[in-house]
């Protein structure tokens, strides 16, 4: 059976936010600068998938529209990589064990991100989708005098570890 046939308000914001309009002006593949405007947790476990951290960044492009990106950060153990990659980009200083990580500490941090076409194994895109693929610092090393950042603390809370 089709869809039903609906009366449906589409607003400006709407149209700006589609893959077409403001995301055509990004040359790809490239890399932009991206502000992480906002982190939240996601669970998609009920649907088989995974659950973690769900980053979201704005990309201004050449015409000074803001375009959002979404990068998602599963906690399951092949997907880690991922994870501290983009956490490394923050800057935050990873080691191995257990550690507090607050994502909210990074909101407003800007980093560089790879964006592409997903392509295929000749190379060739395999739709019209961009992505990040990669995102990475834009810091220099820091000096030996300078600060280091503070770390998030974990003390007094109940911490899941994952």
Request: aromatic share 8%; proline share 5%; hydrophobic share 35%.
């Amino acid at each position: 059976m089709s869809a039903t046939a609906r009366q449906i308000e589409f607003t400006e914001e709407d149209l700006a936010g589609s893959k077409g309009g403001a995301y055509a002006e990004l040359d790809v593949p490239a890399d932009y600068e991206m502000v992480l405007v906002s982190t939240e947790d996601y669970d998609k476990t009920a649907e088989k998938k995974s659950k973690g951290w769900l980053f979201k960044y704005d990309v201004e492009t050449p015409s000074g529209t803001t375009v959002p990106f979404n990068v998602y950060l599963s906690f399951g153990k092949n997907a880690r990589w991922k994870m501290v990659e983009v956490l490394e980009a923050h800057d935050l200083d990873l080691s191995e064990g257990v550690q507090g990580v607050d994502p909210a500490s990074i909101e407003g941090d800007i980093v560089g991100g790879h964006i592409d076409y997903p392509r295929d194994d000749e190379g060739e895109p395999t739709c019209n989708y961009r992505e990040v693929q990669t995102v990475f610092s834009l810091a220099e090393e820091p000096e030996e005098d300078e600060e280091a950042p503070a770390e998030a603390s974990d003390e007094g809370d109940e911490v899941e570890v994952i």
